[in-house]
């Protein structure tokens, strides 16, 4: 049984980056003394996005891509517990209009996945996690910036059941975000009708959650996914204006997730697309990895 | 295993850091203004030069009731009712407006041009449907509060405040009314006092002026608005500073003042500042003075552009002979090695822009959804009067002086933006990092007004003219950092700005004020 769990946990990181970001939301575990580090690209484009609860074109921006490259190390501290990174590059472009795409390292983020409970198919994971901005990048030039600058904390239950002769499984999970506020290169600005005149920024904090169905084998995984996420609060984008990071973006996605990794090396690519929004774009995305294990107990 | 060991510890060092550097505090920390007793209550100011009254005799204020009188005891107790005990809303509300009664209302101006300042969005049919000022709050809202529009709002604003407040001080001295804390040592007064008669109140008189004029300019805040009126008015008596006919004197003060204001603000032009019929004859002006490609709009759908015909409304500090000489000479021509150079300076921006010019270049946007660069260094000519704890007509005046040559300084950009007609650098396929204004590159509008405020910033807090100058320059370069303007925008800019603001520099030096 050493191998399969220890092989798929790599690829099941694979998250699209536009919205939440590579958070663990799986119920696969490394090995001791095991790492899987991936190597991802993802390309995220939309060309009609949600302006408060209107939705629009802008002709001005055309069709907007993000996209990005990361490592993404998996890392087993013992059968139960597993330690997560990631670090993300990420460019933006605008196919119209003369807004200038941003480049740079996003965030730097890490979280610690615990198994809490065991009982037959059943399990129960706790999921503590954490960001920080790794460069300086511009925060409120949106819908061009790479990121929001906000250091987060994240608090997520898991659960699943995962069928043992056939591999099929259901995972459900939900997720409190919290966000730090950030500064701003402007010392005012407009949210919530009205004018601050600070330089420091209120970021919402957000919640997830997502119910997934798949298959696990030993050498390959299939899965269908429906994400919801949103803001616990925050303000709409008004009426022709830019998006901003007190916004409350709200999305709901459906996706599909799929991994082949016979033995150390695999690959694995998930495809996303946002159903329904507000103050976000309407997003089609993908992602595609490679996959390494590495067993460093012999 | 080793190697192992080392990722393991490094990976729960990051993990630690992440977490641990995460403090709960969301909430934001806003500058703080608070009340004080101006460093001098200029008790002379009824003699300074006012902009649309003729003399502060203009207007009328009926003769107070003595403080022995029956009328103001029973007004006298009724204040010290209201101010006895306060609610924690209404004590914050005496400590908002104690922070300065024109202060205040220069910045609920700024606030309302931020709110307001969003170009319309085009429709269907790829028109983009002017605002309607008879149904400000329908799409697209009215106004849109650019930066033309918002210079002249805050211009109307602080002349509308200057002047009530120099026929206030002319009553105020003329009736020696004092303070109802004077009077009565037992009114609990909660800001501090100076020695400016009470009769009528400075407050009423700023609350009421500004009122008029925000209502005409932001004619979908009227709710806003009358709540703000009611909260100031009230402020005063929960403040044991004014009793009710020192107040009812001022409002109507005030209005008297704003009326005579906003006759002039009717008469200046601005009702034809977006004459789109006239661009044909001045593209083919500029044609014929041999511009081969002109300013086009580089919107989709494109966008008329930006009140062209701004350029014609009536200025404040000198006349119309004097805008046309102001006029800068004719930008390089567009295969010049000059136009080469600067174009080549922002592709290489472009390539390599450093963090500190992006910062630069955000700091200063003051772009769709702000409050405009006039805003901006209103708000620094503001803050700058608050901190030297300059008395309500001095503060007024310090802001009129600013704000009337900012929105002078908007008409000449403006009329030579249209007569140059001059193409963006957006049209030699260069991008943004700040977002493109929708009007002809030369010359930079930030350029000129930066450097007419900084000019007469200079000159009322001399100690500080460097510090603004070098202000007035970085918000110049921004638009060279953000790529949307090419150095001889920005630098002829700042000159015609200087030369600009030297205007209302002399007419500070001639009012009487002996600032």
New interface residues.
């Given amino acids: 049984m050493k191998t399969p769990l220890k092989i798929l946990t790599g690829g099941l990181l694979l998250m699209s980056l536009s919205a939440k970001a590579q958070m663990p939301n799986d119920a696969i575990y490394m090995a001791k003394g095991s790492v899987c580090i991936a190597g991802m690209y993802g390309r995220s484009t939309w060309n009609e996005y949600w302006e408060g609860p209107l939705k629009r074109h802008n002709e001005n921006i055309g069709t907007l891509t993000t996209q990005n490259v990361m490592v993404m190390p998996a890392i087993g501290i013992s059968r139960r517990v597993n330690l997560l990174l990631s670090l993300p590059y990420v460019w933006t472009e605008a196919s119209a209009g003369n807004l200038m795409g941003q480049k740079g390292i996003q965030d730097l983020s890490a979280w610690v996945k615990i198994k809490t409970v065991q009982a037959g198919g059943f399990s129960l994971h706790t999921i503590l996690g954490g960001s920080l901005p790794a460069s300086n990048y511009v925060p409120d030039f949106l819908p061009m910036s790479i990121g929001l600058r906000a250091r987060t904390a994240t608090g997520r239950l898991l659960a699943s059941y995962k069928h043992p002769k056939t591999g099929i499984y259901l995972t459900a999970y939900g997720t409190y975000n919290w966000r730090s506020t950030i500064k701003v290169d402007r010392d005012a600005y407009v949210a919530n009708n009205r004018l601050y005149n600070t330089n420091e920024v209120s970021v919402p904090n957000t919640y997830d959650a997502s119910v997934k169905l798949g298959i696990l084998r030993r050498k390959w995984q299939t899965e269908i996914f429906a994400e919801r996420m949103g803001g616990l609060t925050g303000d709409d984008i008004r009426r022709n204006d830019m998006p901003f990071p007190t916004n409350n973006m709200e999305a709901t996605s459906v996706g599909w997730y799929g991994k082949v990794q016979p033995r150390h090396i695999g690959v694995n690519a998930r495809i996303g697309y946002v159903l329904d929004g507000r103050n976000v774009g309407q997003s089609t995305s993908y992602t595609v990895g490679l996959l390494y294990q590495i067993d460093f107990k012999k | 295993?080793k190697?192992?060991s080392k990722?393991?510890s490094l990976?729960?060092v990051?993990?630690a850091?992440?977490?641990a550097?995460?403090?709960?505090?969301?909430?934001?920390?806003?500058?703080l203004r608070v009340g004080y007793t101006p460093a001098s209550v200029d008790e002379k100011a009824a003699s300074w030069k006012t902009y649309v009254l003729t003399a502060p005799t203009d207007v009328t204020v009926a003769a107070p009731t003595l403080t022995t009188s029956s009328e103001y005891q029973a007004e006298l107790a009724d204040l010290k009712s209201q101010s006895s005990s306060l609610t924690t809303e209404q004590q914050q509300a005496v400590v908002y407006w104690g922070a300065g009664a024109v202060y205040r209302w220069n910045?609920i101006a700024?606030?309302l041009a931020?709110?307001y300042n969003?170009?319309?969005?085009?429709n269907a049919e790829g028109k983009y449907p002017v605002p309607d000022m008879n149904n400000p709050l329908a799409?697209?809202?009215f106004p849109f509060a650019n930066p033309p529009y918002t210079a002249r709002a805050l211009a109307y604003l602080s002349v509308a405040q200057y002047d009530a407040l120099v026929a206030a001080w002319n009553y105020k001295y003329k009736y020696k009314r004092v303070a109802p804390g004077k009077v009565d040592a037992s009114v609990k007064v909660a800001l501090p006092a100076s020695a400016l008669p009470s009769y009528p109140s400075e407050d009423a008189v700023v609350a009421a002026a500004s009122y008029v004029v925000l209502k005409a300019m932001f004619p979908g805040e009227v709710p806003f608005l009358d709540a703000k009126l009611a909260e100031h008015q009230n402020s005063r008596l929960w403040a044991g500073m004014n009793v009710k006919s020192d107040l009812a004197a001022g409002a109507d003060l005030g209005n008297q003042v704003a009326a005579k204001v906003m006759g002039r603000a009717r008469s200046d032009g601005m009702g034809m500042a977006n004459n789109q019929g006239a661009t044909a004859a001045m593209i083919e002006s500029v044609k014929s003075r041999g511009l081969s490609d002109v300013w086009l709009s580089?919107?989709?759908?494109k966008r008329p552009p930006m009140l062209p015909t701004y350029g014609s409304v009536i200025t404040w500090n000198f006349d119309e002979a004097t805008k046309i000489k102001l006029r800068p000479a004719a930008p390089p021509a567009l295969n010049s090695t000059e136009f080469t150079k600067d174009l080549e300076e922002l592709r290489s921006i472009?390539k390599d822009?450093t963090?500190e010019q992006?910062?630069i270049a955000?700091?200063w946007?003051?772009g769709?959804?702000?409050?405009t660069p006039p805003g901006?260094w209103s708000?620094m000519a503001a803050n700058a009067a608050n901190d030297a704890k300059y008395s309500e007509v001095r503060m007024a005046r310090t802001l009129a002086l600013v704000n009337t040559a900012l929105m002078d300084a908007g008409i000449c950009c403006w009329d030579t933006k249209y007569y140059y007609y001059y193409p963006r650098p957006?049209q030699f396929g260069?991008?943004?990092?700040?977002?493109?204004p929708n009007f002809p590159s030369y010359t930079s509008g930030h350029s000129t007004f930066s450097a007419a405020a900084a000019t007469v910033l200079g000159s009322v807090f001399p100690e500080r003219a460097d510090e603004f100058w070098a202000q007035a320059q970085d918000a110049s370069n921004s638009r060279i950092y953000g790529?949307i303007h090419y150095r001889f925008d920005c630098v002829v800019g700042l000159q015609c700005g200087k030369n600009i603001g030297s205007y209302a520099v002399a007419r500070g030096k001639a009012d009487g004020s002996g600032l």
């Fill in positions: 295993m190697k192992y990722i393991v990976c729960s990051m993990a850091v992440a977490v550097t995460v403090s709960c505090d969301k909430s934001i920390t806003e500058p910045e700024r606030e931020a709110r969003i170009p319309p969005a085009s799409d697209p809202k580089q919107e989709s759908p472009q822009q963090r992006a910062r955000n700091y946007a003051d769709a959804g702000s409050y901006h708000r957006q260069v991008k943004t990092s700040v977002g493109l790529l």
